[in-house]
RNA sequence: GGCGGCUUAGCCAAGUGGUAAGGCAGAGGUCUGCAAAACCUCCAUUCUCCGGUUCGAAUCCGGAAGCCGCCUCCA
């Protein structure tokens, strides 16, 4: 396996520190609104990674986090007249639900910020017992970056540059500006939490260095998260660690990039975000999870809702040639064709190949590209006569459709029962288009019988009728069905 | 201004020195009452542009242009 490193900037061959192991830390959401498709993306990206770190063989150890105490948190509070923690409380179940759509695996920790003030304030005493933190007369602790060498070494900043756009912010009292905050004194009406330094709550960035070290020790193998934690939290929280354990924090950075909107990035602060609960309404979550698999996770995904619909059909057409693989096995044929060797050898390199492309900084776009080859290869094998009826074929057919099971679970997509899956699309689809299904079905009865009858026109004029409304029929020697365009 | 990234057909997108995967759209054919789906064939002598290295470059080096991100909360 081989993942590009964010700390070295290179490709670099992943060793995990034990054995068969790995232990994997993802910033997870901060709760006060909900999930958009940024979050998706983000969520997609590591789901594949550690289910593929799992088929590869490791025992995976993942911990994603939840903010769930943070300015933000508070000021929505406010907003809504509700206690802070009930907004936490209202986000975290919103996320589950969304992510359960998304066929996100559960991770082994989610560890909440809250439920770890204690071993945060323990790092932050280690911090200010070695000098690299102290407290100002306010009661906030800082983190003095001067103090600690590298910092910057993980974004790729120099410390005089960033100084020059550091700003302080009115109340703050601070040595310098490009220190953090580690802890801060509670203002009236805040939630807080009796510490050392008097009565106050947390940073964002302590939680993730106490959490992470707590549940998976140290150094972590692999951190993930959105691009945009790089700096300034992926830099503070091994600023944190490093500093106070004098050990390297995390092995392998890996940071997935952007979801964009007409080349502008997704951001709550641009208003240009679409909610995964939006797209739910005409889509099913397995197209988001696949469209969020088209592209290498490191590059910026340009989000619209056409994409979105290219990538339902791309998906669809795996699904097909599964229902199809299915019918062709349980018809029993007894025939035996010779296959030809060229068909043979594709289907059997299909799964190293598919392989091959993961273990290459996790390239879904190429596995993909390496799915719709055999994808073609299987609708050769169920639509020629020649083929349809051997039955050789059908091992060679029960061998993709395992091929494709067993892979599709890695990305977690196209696994499912075709038929469940080709019944819900053509719901949804028929949901957002606006369709009526009892008036569909009646018109290609009638057609159905005109046909019988050889009244062809009659049928063909039906035909033109429901093509205008958005259907598609297809005559097959079992009857004419149809499908939502 | 500093740092980083991107630019491959009408659109989406792989490809990191050996002669351009895949998907969508499009054209022709097979099948069909006609269609649809599927299959077969075709659809980038060329990878933003200009130089260079090399037997050989989309891939490496230098330069230019355009776009994007981070530098403030953000997946």
């Not at 964010?6 to 959401?29: A, D, H, N, W």
């Not at 056409?306 to 693989?325: C, R, T, V």
């Not at 055999?374 to 039955?391: D, G, Y």
């Not at 949804?428 to 009638?446: A, S, Y």
Request: overall charge neutral; some cysteine.
């Amino acid at each position: 396996m081989y993942l590009y490193n964010s700390l070295t900037r290179k490709k670099e061959k992943f060793v995990p520190r034990e054995q068969g192991k790995v232990y994997m830390y993802v910033c997870g959401i901060t709760a006060y609104d909900l999930c958009h498709i940024g979050h998706a993306r983000a969520a997609v990206v590591f789901d594949v990674l550690v289910r593929f770190l799992r088929y590869l063989g490791y025992e995976v150890i993942f911990a994603r986090n939840f903010t769930d105490i943070d300015d933000k948190i508070i000021k929505r509070a406010n907003e809504l007249g509700i206690p802070w923690n009930e907004v936490a409380k209202r986000y975290i179940e919103a996320f589950y639900e969304d992510m359960a759509k998304l066929n996100i695996l559960k991770p082994t920790f989610e560890p909440r910020a809250t439920e770890h003030i204690k071993e945060m304030q323990e790092l932050i005493q280690v911090l200010i017992d070695k000098g690299y933190a102290y407290v100002t007369s306010d009661g906030d602790v800082y983190f003095r970056v001067r103090a600690f060498k590298s910092y910057g070494k993980l974004s790729g900043r120099d410390i005089e540059e960033l100084k020059a756009g550091a700003r302080v912010e009115v109340g703050e009292n601070k040595e310098d500006p490009l220190d953090f905050a580690l802890w801060k004194s509670s203002k009236p009406g805040e939630p807080w939490w009796d510490s050392p330094w008097g009565r106050g709550r947390p940073g964002w960035h302590i939680e993730c260095s106490a959490m992470s070290e707590k549940y998976l020790g140290l150094p972590l193998d692999i951190h993930g998260g959105g691009q945009d934690l790089l700096f300034p939290h992926h830099e503070n929280e091994r600023a944190q660690t490093v500093a106070a354990r004098d050990i390297e924090f995390v092995s392998y950075w890996v940071h997935n990039g952007f979801v964009q909107v007409k080349g502008e990035k997704m951001s709550k602060s641009l208003g240009n975000f679409v909610t995964l609960r939006a797209i739910y309404e005409k889509f099913l979550p397995e197209v988001l999870r696949f469209f969020l698999l088209t592209k290498h996770y490191k590059t910026p995904l340009d989000f619209s809702y056409e994409n979105l619909e290219e990538a339902e059909k791309a998906l669809k057409k795996i699904y097909e040639a599964k229902k199809a693989i299915k019918e062709v096995i349980q018809s029993n044929p007894t025939k035996n064709t010779p296959i030809p060797e060229e068909i043979v050898n594709e289907v059997n390199e299909f799964k190293e190949k598919f392989k091959k492309a993961l273990e290459d900084d996790l390239n879904t776009a190429a596995a993909l590209g390496f799915t719709f080859n055999i994808v073609k290869i299987a609708n050769r094998l169920t639509q020629e006569k020649s083929f349809k009826k051997s039955k050789n074929v059908t091992s060679v057919l029960t061998k993709i459709l395992d091929g494709l099971n067993e892979l599709g679970e890695i990305l977690g997509v196209f696994s499912s029962d075709p038929d469940k899956f080709l019944a819900e699309l053509k719901n949804k689809k028929l949901e957002r288009k606006n369709i009526n299904r009892e008036e569909i079905e009646k018109l290609v009865l009638e057609r159905s019988l005109a046909r019988k009858n050889k009244d062809f026109k009659k049928a063909d004029e039906i035909r033109d009728r429901l093509f205008k409304l958005g259907v598609v029929v297809k005559d097959t020697p079992h009857g004419s069905i149809w499908d939502v365009e």
